[in-house]
């Protein structure tokens, strides 16, 4: 009885250190998780003087209230941002007005902020072409052949909005990649 008692007594501080290191590692985990949403809600989330670029840009497009609001809002941006390099720095909504032009993922960001100032949740979705499965790493690499889309909800439901093809009517992600091969690999959703 003696021998299993020091055995028993060394278990149960393992145990005890085991579970106090995973409750840590998981609060890491959800504080990481709260921050990315936070950051990427703010970073979406257009400023006052984005806004009033937008206002400026879309006019009357800016108010969305029906499906047909939101196919209007992509088709009038793909056809007045023409699909060209602003080259390498970060995404401004100012510049990619101002010059009408910009790539999936310029165009992306700008109908994210319409969608978002009009109170419509958005998530981005994106393909590396290049690898057979996506990793949040790829987000890193300067040097990808990748494709930016998002997913906007309505009524309850998410659907794609495409950023270089005009949209004659809502699709699920699931149609969206029936339907073509730019995401030939696992396309990553990236909740924000």
């Not at 809600?41 to 939101?70: A, G, Q």
């Not at 949040?136 to 270089?164: G, Q």
Request: glycine letters at 2%.
């Amino acid at each position: 009885m003696m021998l299993k008692e020091p055995f028993l007594d060394m278990l149960m501080v393992v145990c005890k250190k085991f579970i106090k290191i995973s409750v840590v590692i998981c609060l890491i985990f959800i504080s990481f998780l709260a921050f990315s949403f936070i950051f990427n809600r703010y970073k979406i989330k257009p400023t006052n003087k984005e806004i009033v670029e937008l206002k400026k840009f879309y006019k009357s497009i800016i108010h969305i209230s029906s499906i047909k609001d939101i196919l209007v809002l992509q088709n009038f941006t793909i056809d007045k941002i023409k699909h060209e390099s602003m080259g390498i720095g970060e995404v401004a909504i100012s510049k990619i007005l101002k010059y009408k032009k910009g790539m999936c993922f310029d165009k992306s960001m700008v109908m994210q902020k319409v969608m978002t100032y009009n109170g419509i949740d958005v998530r981005p979705v994106y393909s590396n072409q290049l690898k057979k499965t996506t990793s949040i790493f790829d987000l890193f690499s300067s040097k990808i052949n990748s494709h930016n889309i998002f997913e906007y909800k309505w009524n309850d439901k998410w659907y794609v909005m495409e950023t270089n093809q005009l949209m004659k009517k809502q699709i699920t992600l699931g149609e969206f990649l029936a339907q073509q091969n730019i995401f030939k690999t696992e396309p990553r959703l990236l909740d924000t």
